[in-house]
Protein backbone atom coordinates (compact mmCIF):
# COMPACT_ATOMS: atom_id res chain seq x y z
CA UNK A 1 0.00 0.00 0.00
CA UNK A 2 0.88 3.69 -0.89
CA UNK A 3 -1.13 6.01 -0.93
CA UNK A 4 -1.27 8.88 1.64
CA UNK A 5 -4.76 9.79 1.48
CA UNK A 6 -7.97 8.41 0.22
CA UNK A 7 -10.71 9.88 -1.07
CA UNK A 8 -14.38 8.26 -1.72
CA UNK A 9 -17.29 10.15 -2.94
CA UNK A 10 -15.91 12.22 -6.25
CA UNK A 11 -18.90 14.87 -7.22
CA UNK A 12 -17.09 18.60 -7.47
CA UNK A 13 -16.08 18.60 -3.95
CA UNK A 14 -14.58 14.68 -3.77
CA UNK A 15 -13.10 15.41 -7.15
CA UNK A 16 -11.34 19.04 -6.43
CA UNK A 17 -10.12 17.83 -2.72
CA UNK A 18 -8.71 15.00 -4.09
CA UNK A 19 -7.12 16.77 -7.11
CA UNK A 20 -6.10 19.21 -4.14
CA UNK A 21 -4.37 16.27 -2.58
CA UNK A 22 -2.21 14.96 -5.04
CA UNK A 23 -1.20 18.29 -6.44
CA UNK A 24 0.35 18.97 -3.06
CA UNK A 25 2.12 15.63 -3.15
CA UNK A 26 0.06 12.96 -1.69
CA UNK A 27 -0.47 9.71 -3.26
CA UNK A 28 -3.91 9.70 -3.47
CA UNK A 29 -6.54 6.80 -3.23
CA UNK A 30 -9.39 6.99 -5.74
CA UNK A 31 -13.11 5.62 -4.75
CA UNK A 32 -16.73 6.34 -6.24
CA UNK A 33 -19.69 4.00 -6.12
CA UNK A 34 -20.09 4.91 -10.07
CA UNK A 35 -16.89 4.14 -11.34
CA UNK A 36 -16.85 6.32 -13.91
CA UNK A 37 -16.35 9.48 -12.01
CA UNK A 38 -12.87 7.70 -11.43
CA UNK A 39 -12.64 7.28 -14.51
CA UNK A 40 -13.26 10.89 -15.77
CA UNK A 41 -11.17 12.02 -13.11
CA UNK A 42 -7.80 9.88 -14.25
CA UNK A 43 -8.16 10.93 -17.63
CA UNK A 44 -9.04 14.51 -17.42
CA UNK A 45 -6.69 15.41 -14.27
CA UNK A 46 -4.51 12.04 -13.80
CA UNK A 47 -1.37 13.77 -14.39
CA UNK A 48 -1.95 16.11 -12.09
CA UNK A 49 -0.37 14.35 -9.30
CA UNK A 50 -0.29 10.51 -7.98
CA UNK A 51 -3.32 9.03 -8.24
CA UNK A 52 -4.00 5.39 -6.99
CA UNK A 53 -7.39 4.45 -8.42
CA UNK A 54 -9.40 1.41 -7.36
CA UNK A 55 -12.73 0.19 -8.81
CA UNK A 56 -14.12 -1.59 -5.17
CA UNK A 57 -13.80 -0.57 -1.64
CA UNK A 58 -11.90 -3.43 -0.54
CA UNK A 59 -8.70 -2.30 -3.04
CA UNK A 60 -9.66 1.15 -2.25
CA UNK A 61 -8.71 0.55 1.29
CA UNK A 62 -5.86 -1.90 0.71
CA UNK A 63 -4.09 0.95 -0.70
CA UNK A 64 -3.81 3.12 1.92
CA UNK A 65 -0.82 3.20 4.25
CA UNK A 66 -1.93 2.51 7.89
CA UNK A 67 -3.25 3.95 9.78
CA UNK A 68 -5.35 4.82 6.69
CA UNK A 69 -6.68 8.03 6.49
CA UNK A 70 -10.15 8.22 4.16
CA UNK A 71 -12.03 11.15 3.27
CA UNK A 72 -16.04 10.91 2.83
CA UNK A 73 -17.25 13.62 0.54
CA UNK A 74 -20.64 11.87 -0.20
CA UNK A 75 -23.72 13.50 -0.08
CA UNK A 76 -24.73 14.61 3.92
CA UNK A 77 -27.23 12.31 6.23
CA UNK A 78 -27.89 8.99 4.68
CA UNK A 79 -25.37 7.97 2.68
CA UNK A 80 -22.50 9.25 4.66
CA UNK A 81 -23.96 6.63 7.25
CA UNK A 82 -24.25 3.81 4.10
CA UNK A 83 -20.57 4.62 3.31
CA UNK A 84 -19.22 4.38 6.77
CA UNK A 85 -21.03 1.07 7.00
CA UNK A 86 -19.76 -0.43 4.28
CA UNK A 87 -16.07 0.62 5.12
CA UNK A 88 -15.73 -0.66 8.68
CA UNK A 89 -15.58 -3.49 8.81
CA UNK A 90 -11.95 -2.99 6.23
CA UNK A 91 -10.57 -1.11 8.98
CA UNK A 92 -8.17 -1.73 11.32
CA UNK A 93 -7.12 0.00 14.60
CA UNK A 94 -6.33 3.02 14.94
CA UNK A 95 -7.84 4.47 11.05
CA UNK A 96 -9.15 7.83 10.91
CA UNK A 97 -12.38 7.84 8.91
CA UNK A 98 -13.04 11.64 7.91
CA UNK A 99 -16.67 12.73 6.82
CA UNK A 100 -15.63 16.48 5.07
CA UNK A 101 -19.53 16.60 4.09
CA UNK A 102 -21.71 19.05 5.92
CA UNK A 103 -23.19 17.27 8.43
CA UNK A 104 -24.88 18.19 11.01
CA UNK A 105 -22.82 17.65 14.46
CA UNK A 106 -24.98 15.92 16.34
CA UNK A 107 -24.84 13.36 13.22
CA UNK A 108 -20.93 13.82 13.42
CA UNK A 109 -21.06 12.99 17.26
CA UNK A 110 -23.23 9.96 17.48
CA UNK A 111 -20.66 8.48 14.33
CA UNK A 112 -17.79 9.64 16.64
CA UNK A 113 -18.54 7.70 19.62
CA UNK A 114 -19.56 4.67 17.44
CA UNK A 115 -16.39 4.63 15.82
CA UNK A 116 -14.28 5.14 18.77
CA UNK A 117 -16.37 2.16 20.09
CA UNK A 118 -14.16 0.01 17.47
CA UNK A 119 -11.19 1.62 17.66
CA UNK A 120 -11.04 3.62 14.71
CA UNK A 121 -11.17 7.74 14.69
CA UNK A 122 -13.79 9.69 13.06
CA UNK A 123 -13.13 13.22 12.22
CA UNK A 124 -16.36 15.21 11.20
CA UNK A 125 -14.46 18.29 9.37
CA UNK A 126 -16.07 21.42 8.13
CA UNK A 127 -14.69 22.21 4.43
CA UNK A 128 -15.47 25.81 3.43
CA UNK A 129 -15.18 27.66 0.24
CA UNK A 130 -17.30 25.16 -2.28
CA UNK A 131 -16.07 24.09 -5.38
CA UNK A 132 -13.20 26.26 -6.31
CA UNK A 133 -11.50 25.94 -2.63
CA UNK A 134 -12.11 22.67 -2.62
CA UNK A 135 -9.37 22.68 -5.79
CA UNK A 136 -7.19 25.80 -4.73
CA UNK A 137 -7.15 26.05 -0.85
CA UNK A 138 -10.58 25.57 1.18
CA UNK A 139 -10.75 26.63 5.20
CA UNK A 140 -11.07 23.47 6.99
CA UNK A 141 -12.48 22.85 10.21
CA UNK A 142 -11.02 19.35 11.63
CA UNK A 143 -12.98 17.98 14.97
CA UNK A 144 -11.89 14.53 16.65
CA UNK A 145 -9.90 13.35 18.76
CA UNK A 146 -6.42 15.04 19.36
CA UNK A 147 -4.60 12.23 18.03
CA UNK A 148 -5.97 11.60 15.05
CA UNK A 149 -5.12 15.02 14.23
CA UNK A 150 -1.20 14.13 14.64
CA UNK A 151 -1.89 11.93 11.89
CA UNK A 152 -4.09 14.30 9.73
CA UNK A 153 -3.45 17.58 10.55
CA UNK A 154 -0.56 17.96 8.58
CA UNK A 155 -2.33 16.56 5.22
CA UNK A 156 -5.07 19.27 5.75
CA UNK A 157 -2.97 22.24 6.35
CA UNK A 158 -1.02 21.10 3.46
CA UNK A 159 -4.33 21.13 1.13
CA UNK A 160 -5.57 24.52 2.94
CA UNK A 161 -5.09 27.83 1.60
CA UNK A 162 -2.73 30.40 3.60
CA UNK A 163 -2.87 33.37 5.03
CA UNK A 164 -0.08 35.47 5.99
CA UNK A 165 1.94 32.17 5.91
CA UNK A 166 -0.67 30.22 8.34
CA UNK A 167 -2.96 28.19 7.14
CA UNK A 168 -6.62 28.38 7.60
CA UNK A 169 -6.89 25.04 9.01
CA UNK A 170 -6.33 23.87 12.61
CA UNK A 171 -7.51 21.37 15.01
CA UNK A 172 -11.22 22.66 16.55
CA UNK A 173 -12.20 20.23 19.24
CA UNK A 174 -13.43 16.61 19.94
CA UNK A 175 -15.91 15.27 18.05
CA UNK A 176 -18.56 17.56 16.61
CA UNK A 177 -16.73 20.77 17.30
CA UNK A 178 -15.41 20.93 13.65
CA UNK A 179 -18.91 20.19 12.12
CA UNK A 180 -20.52 22.81 14.97
CA UNK A 181 -17.87 26.39 13.79
CA UNK A 182 -18.73 24.92 9.95
CA UNK A 183 -22.50 25.58 11.24
CA UNK A 184 -22.22 28.47 12.60
CA UNK A 185 -20.14 29.70 10.08
CA UNK A 186 -22.30 29.50 7.38
CA UNK A 187 -24.99 30.79 9.99
CA UNK A 188 -22.95 34.25 10.15
CA UNK A 189 -22.50 33.78 6.14
CA UNK A 190 -26.79 34.27 6.16
CA UNK A 191 -26.55 37.02 8.59
CA UNK A 192 -23.89 39.29 6.41
CA UNK A 193 -25.44 38.67 3.27
CA UNK A 194 -29.03 39.50 4.77
CA UNK A 195 -27.23 42.83 6.02
CA UNK A 196 -25.40 43.72 2.53
CA UNK A 197 -28.79 43.04 1.16
CA UNK A 198 -30.72 45.46 3.33
CA UNK A 199 -27.79 48.46 3.05
CA UNK A 200 -28.49 47.48 -0.66
CA UNK A 201 -32.12 47.81 -0.41
CA UNK A 202 -31.87 50.92 1.56
CA UNK A 203 -29.40 52.78 -0.84
CA UNK A 204 -31.94 52.06 -3.76
CA UNK A 205 -34.97 52.79 -2.77
CA UNK A 206 -34.41 55.70 -0.38
CA UNK A 207 -31.87 57.33 -2.81
CA UNK A 208 -32.81 56.27 -5.89
CA UNK A 209 -29.24 54.66 -6.71
CA UNK A 210 -28.93 52.41 -9.78
CA UNK A 211 -27.51 49.12 -9.27
CA UNK A 212 -24.20 50.67 -11.07
CA UNK A 213 -23.56 53.37 -8.66
CA UNK A 214 -23.96 50.94 -6.28
CA UNK A 215 -21.56 48.54 -7.26
CA UNK A 216 -19.12 51.38 -7.19
CA UNK A 217 -19.93 52.32 -3.67
CA UNK A 218 -19.61 48.96 -2.16
CA UNK A 219 -15.95 48.91 -4.16
CA UNK A 220 -15.67 51.76 -2.19
CA UNK A 221 -16.43 50.46 1.00
CA UNK A 222 -14.15 47.14 -0.18
CA UNK A 223 -11.28 49.65 0.89
CA UNK A 224 -12.06 50.02 4.49
CA UNK A 225 -13.25 48.01 7.36
CA UNK A 226 -15.67 46.03 5.16
CA UNK A 227 -13.35 44.90 2.91
CA UNK A 228 -14.36 40.68 2.20
CA UNK A 229 -15.22 38.57 -0.28
CA UNK A 230 -18.79 39.00 0.64
CA UNK A 231 -18.66 42.95 -0.20
CA UNK A 232 -16.37 42.63 -3.05
CA UNK A 233 -18.91 39.55 -4.90
CA UNK A 234 -21.64 42.15 -4.05
CA UNK A 235 -20.00 44.97 -6.28
CA UNK A 236 -19.78 42.09 -9.19
CA UNK A 237 -23.05 40.98 -9.13
CA UNK A 238 -24.73 44.50 -8.76
CA UNK A 239 -22.67 45.73 -12.52
CA UNK A 240 -23.36 42.46 -13.85
CA UNK A 241 -26.15 43.04 -16.75
CA UNK A 242 -28.26 40.81 -18.94
CA UNK A 243 -30.21 41.63 -22.27
CA UNK A 244 -33.91 42.19 -21.43
CA UNK A 245 -37.17 41.42 -23.10
CA UNK A 246 -36.43 43.78 -25.22
CA UNK A 247 -32.45 42.86 -25.43
CA UNK A 248 -31.57 45.91 -24.07
CA UNK A 249 -28.92 45.47 -21.35
CA UNK A 250 -31.03 44.96 -17.95
CA UNK A 251 -29.12 44.96 -14.34
CA UNK A 252 -29.07 41.27 -13.59
CA UNK A 253 -30.34 41.97 -10.14
CA UNK A 254 -33.62 43.52 -11.41
CA UNK A 255 -33.85 40.28 -13.62
CA UNK A 256 -33.47 37.42 -10.91
CA UNK A 257 -36.73 36.71 -8.94
CA UNK A 258 -36.72 38.55 -5.42
CA UNK A 259 -36.85 35.11 -3.38
CA UNK A 260 -34.09 33.73 -1.57
CA UNK A 261 -33.38 30.35 -0.91
CA UNK A 262 -32.02 28.37 1.46
CA UNK A 263 -29.95 24.49 1.82
CA UNK A 264 -30.74 24.77 5.85
CA UNK A 265 -27.79 25.33 7.58
CA UNK A 266 -29.02 28.78 8.53
CA UNK A 267 -31.51 26.83 10.02
CA UNK A 268 -29.62 24.22 11.75
CA UNK A 269 -27.76 26.92 13.74
CA UNK A 270 -30.69 28.64 14.57
CA UNK A 271 -32.26 25.75 15.81
CA UNK A 272 -29.35 24.84 17.92
CA UNK A 273 -28.84 28.63 19.07
CA UNK A 274 -32.54 28.19 20.66
CA UNK A 275 -31.70 24.75 22.18
CA UNK A 276 -28.45 26.64 24.04
CA UNK A 277 -30.31 29.93 24.67
CA UNK A 278 -27.70 32.25 22.64
CA UNK A 279 -28.97 35.09 21.18
CA UNK A 280 -28.72 35.03 17.81
CA UNK A 281 -30.83 37.05 16.31
CA UNK A 282 -28.66 38.39 14.10
CA UNK A 283 -28.33 34.51 12.22
CA UNK A 284 -32.32 33.96 12.82
CA UNK A 285 -33.43 37.27 10.99
CA UNK A 286 -31.58 36.01 8.28
CA UNK A 287 -33.20 32.81 8.20
CA UNK A 288 -36.69 34.70 8.46
CA UNK A 289 -36.17 37.28 6.24
CA UNK A 290 -35.13 34.50 3.54
CA UNK A 291 -38.61 32.50 5.05
CA UNK A 292 -40.40 35.82 4.51
CA UNK A 293 -38.91 36.43 0.84
CA UNK A 294 -39.69 32.94 -0.24
CA UNK A 295 -43.61 33.34 1.17
CA UNK A 296 -44.04 34.40 -3.09
CA UNK A 297 -47.63 33.48 -3.00
CA UNK A 298 -48.37 34.99 0.26
CA UNK A 299 -46.67 38.39 -0.99
CA UNK A 300 -48.06 38.66 -4.21
CA UNK A 301 -51.17 38.62 -2.40
CA UNK A 302 -50.80 40.99 0.06
CA UNK A 303 -49.48 43.09 -2.78
CA UNK A 304 -53.12 42.35 -5.06
CA UNK A 305 -55.10 43.31 -2.37
CA UNK A 306 -52.86 46.46 -2.06
CA UNK A 307 -54.73 46.71 1.89
CA UNK A 308 -51.54 46.69 3.57
CA UNK A 309 -50.62 50.62 3.29
CA UNK A 310 -47.22 51.84 3.83
CA UNK A 311 -45.74 55.16 4.75
CA UNK A 312 -46.29 58.01 2.05
CA UNK A 313 -42.95 59.68 0.92
CA UNK A 314 -40.87 56.90 -0.33
CA UNK A 315 -37.62 58.22 -0.43
CA UNK A 316 -35.06 60.66 1.32
CA UNK A 317 -34.12 64.08 -0.55
CA UNK A 318 -31.94 67.25 0.01
CA UNK A 319 -30.59 67.40 3.71
CA UNK A 320 -32.14 64.11 4.74
CA UNK A 321 -30.34 62.30 1.84
CA UNK A 322 -27.00 64.18 2.86
CA UNK A 323 -24.50 61.59 4.31
CA UNK A 324 -26.82 59.03 3.68
CA UNK A 325 -24.21 56.20 2.06
CA UNK A 326 -21.54 56.88 4.86
CA UNK A 327 -24.48 56.10 7.58
CA UNK A 328 -25.45 53.14 6.12
CA UNK A 329 -21.65 52.03 5.71
CA UNK A 330 -21.42 52.74 9.53
CA UNK A 331 -24.59 50.59 10.32
CA UNK A 332 -23.76 47.81 8.12
CA UNK A 333 -20.39 47.66 10.08
CA UNK A 334 -21.76 47.99 13.39
CA UNK A 335 -24.41 45.50 12.40
CA UNK A 336 -21.85 43.17 11.26
CA UNK A 337 -19.89 43.68 13.76
CA UNK A 338 -22.76 42.33 16.49
CA UNK A 339 -23.68 39.70 13.95
CA UNK A 340 -19.91 37.83 15.02
CA UNK A 341 -20.43 38.34 18.22
CA UNK A 342 -23.67 36.54 18.76
CA UNK A 343 -21.78 33.80 16.40
CA UNK A 344 -18.71 33.41 18.64
CA UNK A 345 -20.84 33.76 21.84
CA UNK A 346 -22.46 30.71 20.19
CA UNK A 347 -19.48 28.84 19.46
CA UNK A 348 -18.30 29.17 23.20
CA UNK A 349 -22.29 27.78 24.37
CA UNK A 350 -21.31 24.73 22.14
CA UNK A 351 -17.97 24.64 23.48
CA UNK A 352 -19.27 24.57 27.18
CA UNK A 353 -22.06 22.71 26.62
CA UNK A 354 -20.44 20.04 24.94
CA UNK A 355 -16.68 20.04 26.64
CA UNK A 356 -15.15 21.33 23.27
CA UNK A 357 -12.66 23.93 25.02
CA UNK A 358 -12.67 25.80 21.02
CA UNK A 359 -9.79 28.54 20.79
CA UNK A 360 -12.36 31.02 19.58
CA UNK A 361 -9.31 33.05 18.53
CA UNK A 362 -8.01 30.19 16.40
CA UNK A 363 -11.45 29.99 14.30
CA UNK A 364 -10.96 33.36 13.46
CA UNK A 365 -8.07 33.03 12.14
CA UNK A 366 -8.97 29.78 9.73
CA UNK A 367 -12.21 31.75 8.38
CA UNK A 368 -9.48 34.65 7.33
CA UNK A 369 -9.01 32.84 3.98
CA UNK A 370 -10.63 29.84 1.85
CA UNK A 371 -14.10 30.51 3.57
CA UNK A 372 -17.32 33.11 2.15
CA UNK A 373 -17.01 34.70 5.06
CA UNK A 374 -13.08 35.82 4.93
CA UNK A 375 -12.60 39.13 5.57
CA UNK A 376 -10.16 41.44 7.15
CA UNK A 377 -11.87 41.84 9.96
CA UNK A 378 -11.63 38.39 11.09
CA UNK A 379 -7.97 39.71 12.23
CA UNK A 380 -9.31 42.03 14.64
CA UNK A 381 -11.45 39.03 16.10
CA UNK A 382 -8.04 36.94 16.34
CA UNK A 383 -6.54 39.95 18.07
CA UNK A 384 -9.68 40.88 20.30
CA UNK A 385 -9.15 37.06 21.46
CA UNK A 386 -5.64 36.81 21.39
CA UNK A 387 -5.69 39.90 24.33
CA UNK A 388 -8.18 37.93 26.29
CA UNK A 389 -9.71 34.70 25.69
CA UNK A 390 -12.24 34.70 28.46
CA UNK A 391 -13.63 38.15 26.93
CA UNK A 392 -17.49 38.13 27.62
CA UNK A 393 -18.28 39.92 24.29
CA UNK A 394 -16.32 40.97 21.66
CA UNK A 395 -18.32 44.13 21.74
CA UNK A 396 -16.68 44.60 25.01
CA UNK A 397 -13.11 44.37 23.14
CA UNK A 398 -11.82 48.14 22.80
CA UNK A 399 -11.28 47.96 19.35
CA UNK A 400 -14.93 46.41 18.88
CA UNK A 401 -16.60 49.00 21.01
CA UNK A 402 -15.75 51.87 19.36
CA UNK A 403 -16.39 50.79 16.07
CA UNK A 404 -19.85 50.44 17.48
CA UNK A 405 -19.66 53.43 19.58
CA UNK A 406 -18.56 55.64 16.65
CA UNK A 407 -21.36 54.66 14.43
CA UNK A 408 -23.92 54.43 16.81
CA UNK A 409 -25.36 57.60 15.95
CA UNK A 410 -25.54 56.54 11.86
CA UNK A 411 -26.77 53.44 12.67
CA UNK A 412 -29.71 55.01 14.80
CA UNK A 413 -30.17 57.74 12.04
CA UNK A 414 -30.49 54.33 9.14
CA UNK A 415 -33.10 52.50 11.10
CA UNK A 416 -34.92 55.29 12.05
CA UNK A 417 -35.12 56.71 8.21
CA UNK A 418 -35.06 52.68 7.04
CA UNK A 419 -38.57 52.70 9.69
CA UNK A 420 -39.93 56.15 8.24
CA UNK A 421 -39.71 55.20 4.50
CA UNK A 422 -41.64 51.14 5.32
CA UNK A 423 -38.44 49.57 4.15
CA UNK A 424 -37.58 46.36 6.40
CA UNK A 425 -34.24 46.88 7.80
CA UNK A 426 -34.42 43.63 10.15
CA UNK A 427 -31.28 42.66 10.59
CA UNK A 428 -29.87 46.39 11.24
CA UNK A 429 -32.79 46.99 13.89
CA UNK A 430 -32.38 43.94 15.55
CA UNK A 431 -28.47 44.30 15.92
CA UNK A 432 -29.26 47.60 17.38
CA UNK A 433 -31.97 46.28 19.68
CA UNK A 434 -29.41 43.62 20.77
CA UNK A 435 -27.02 46.24 21.30
CA UNK A 436 -29.19 48.40 23.45
CA UNK A 437 -30.29 44.95 25.36
CA UNK A 438 -26.94 44.18 26.64
CA UNK A 439 -26.17 47.33 27.43
CA UNK A 440 -28.82 48.56 29.69
CA UNK A 441 -29.57 47.73 33.01
CA UNK A 442 -33.00 46.80 32.61
CA UNK A 443 -35.10 45.59 30.04
CA UNK A 444 -38.46 45.05 31.05
CA UNK A 445 -37.82 41.52 32.03
CA UNK A 446 -38.57 41.88 35.87
CA UNK A 447 -42.05 42.57 34.45
CA UNK A 448 -41.91 39.61 32.85
CA UNK A 449 -41.07 37.96 36.07
CA UNK A 450 -43.99 39.38 37.76
CA UNK A 451 -46.31 38.18 35.41
CA UNK A 452 -45.01 34.34 35.42
CA UNK A 453 -45.55 34.42 38.87
CA UNK A 454 -49.15 35.59 38.78
CA UNK A 455 -50.43 33.44 36.31
CA UNK A 456 -48.22 30.27 37.13
CA UNK A 457 -46.09 30.60 40.55
CA UNK A 458 -43.14 30.41 38.51
CA UNK A 459 -41.10 32.63 41.54
CA UNK A 460 -38.84 35.14 41.13
CA UNK A 461 -35.79 36.58 42.98
CA UNK A 462 -35.54 39.98 44.31
CA UNK A 463 -32.41 42.95 44.09
CA UNK A 464 -32.82 43.45 47.85
CA UNK A 465 -32.37 39.58 49.10
CA UNK A 466 -31.12 36.51 47.93
CA UNK A 467 -33.89 33.89 47.83
CA UNK A 468 -36.43 32.59 45.63
CA UNK A 469 -39.81 34.42 46.09
CA UNK A 470 -43.81 33.63 45.68
CA UNK A 471 -46.50 36.38 45.95
CA UNK A 472 -50.18 35.20 47.21
CA UNK A 473 -51.55 36.56 44.41
CA UNK A 474 -55.19 34.92 44.92
CA UNK A 475 -54.62 34.83 48.53
CA UNK A 476 -53.35 37.75 50.91
CA UNK A 477 -51.04 39.34 48.84
CA UNK A 478 -48.52 38.61 50.84
CA UNK A 479 -44.96 37.08 49.94
CA UNK A 480 -43.08 33.27 50.79
CA UNK A 481 -39.85 32.73 50.62
CA UNK A 482 -39.88 29.13 48.33
CA UNK A 483 -35.97 28.43 48.24
CA UNK A 484 -35.12 25.91 51.28
CA UNK A 485 -35.16 28.07 54.19
P1 LIG B 1 -23.23 15.55 -3.56
O1 LIG B 1 -23.68 16.05 -2.26
O2 LIG B 1 -24.02 15.84 -4.76
O3 LIG B 1 -23.01 13.96 -3.45
C1 LIG B 1 -22.67 13.18 -4.56
C2 LIG B 1 -21.69 12.10 -4.18
O4 LIG B 1 -22.25 11.26 -3.17
C3 LIG B 1 -21.39 11.18 -5.36
O5 LIG B 1 -20.04 10.80 -5.31
C4 LIG B 1 -22.30 10.00 -5.07
O6 LIG B 1 -21.88 8.80 -5.67
C5 LIG B 1 -22.17 9.91 -3.59
N1 LIG B 1 -23.24 9.12 -2.96
C6 LIG B 1 -24.52 9.49 -2.76
N2 LIG B 1 -25.20 8.51 -2.14
C7 LIG B 1 -24.32 7.49 -1.94
C8 LIG B 1 -24.42 6.21 -1.32
N3 LIG B 1 -25.56 5.79 -0.77
N4 LIG B 1 -23.33 5.42 -1.31
C9 LIG B 1 -22.16 5.86 -1.84
N5 LIG B 1 -22.01 7.05 -2.44
C10 LIG B 1 -23.08 7.87 -2.48
O7 LIG B 1 -21.70 16.02 -3.85
P2 LIG B 1 -20.94 17.38 -3.55
O8 LIG B 1 -19.58 17.16 -4.11
O9 LIG B 1 -21.71 18.58 -3.97
O10 LIG B 1 -20.85 17.46 -1.96
C11 LIG B 1 -20.25 16.45 -1.19
C12 LIG B 1 -20.39 16.81 0.27
O11 LIG B 1 -19.71 18.03 0.52
C13 LIG B 1 -21.84 17.04 0.71
O12 LIG B 1 -22.01 16.57 2.02
C14 LIG B 1 -21.97 18.53 0.69
O13 LIG B 1 -22.97 18.99 1.59
C15 LIG B 1 -20.60 18.97 1.14
N6 LIG B 1 -20.17 20.28 0.72
C16 LIG B 1 -20.50 20.79 -0.48
C17 LIG B 1 -20.12 22.05 -0.86
C18 LIG B 1 -20.46 22.56 -2.20
O14 LIG B 1 -20.18 23.75 -2.46
N7 LIG B 1 -21.04 21.76 -3.07
C19 LIG B 1 -19.33 22.90 0.04
C20 LIG B 1 -18.95 22.26 1.25
C21 LIG B 1 -19.38 21.01 1.57
P3 LIG B 1 -22.37 8.42 -7.18
O15 LIG B 1 -21.40 9.12 -8.09
O16 LIG B 1 -22.24 6.95 -7.22
O17 LIG B 1 -23.78 8.89 -7.33
Given at each position: ???????????????????????????????????????????????????????????????????????????????????????????????????????????????????????????????????????????????????????????????????????????????????????????????????????????????????????????????????????????????????????????????????????????????????????????????????????????????????????????????????????VRDALYASKV????????????????????????????????????????????????????????????????????????????????????????????????????????????????????????????????????????????????????
Amino acid sequence: PRADIGVTGLAVMGRNLARNFARNGHVTALYNRTQSRVDELIEQFGDEGDFVPSTDLKSFVASLKRPRRIMIMVKAGKATDAVIDELVPLLEEGDIVIDGGNAHFDDTRRREQALKAKGLHFVGTGVSGGEEGALNGPSIMPGGSKESYEALGPILESIAVAVDGTPCCTYVGPDGAGHFVKMVHNGIEYADMQLIAEAYELLRQGLGKTPAELADVFRTWNEGDLESFLIEITARVLDKTHPGADGSPVPLVDLIVDAAEQKGTGRWTVQTALELGVPTTGIAEAVFARSLSGSVDQRKAVQAAGTLVGPTGGSLAGAEAEGFVDAVRDALYASKVVAYAQGFDMIQAGSDQYGWDVDKGAMATIWRGGCIIRAQFLNRIKEAYDKDAHLASLLLDEYFAAAVGNAQDSWRRVVATAVRLGIPVPGFSSALSYYDGLRRERLGAALVQGQRDLFGAHTYGRVDKPGTFHTLWSGDGSEERQDAH
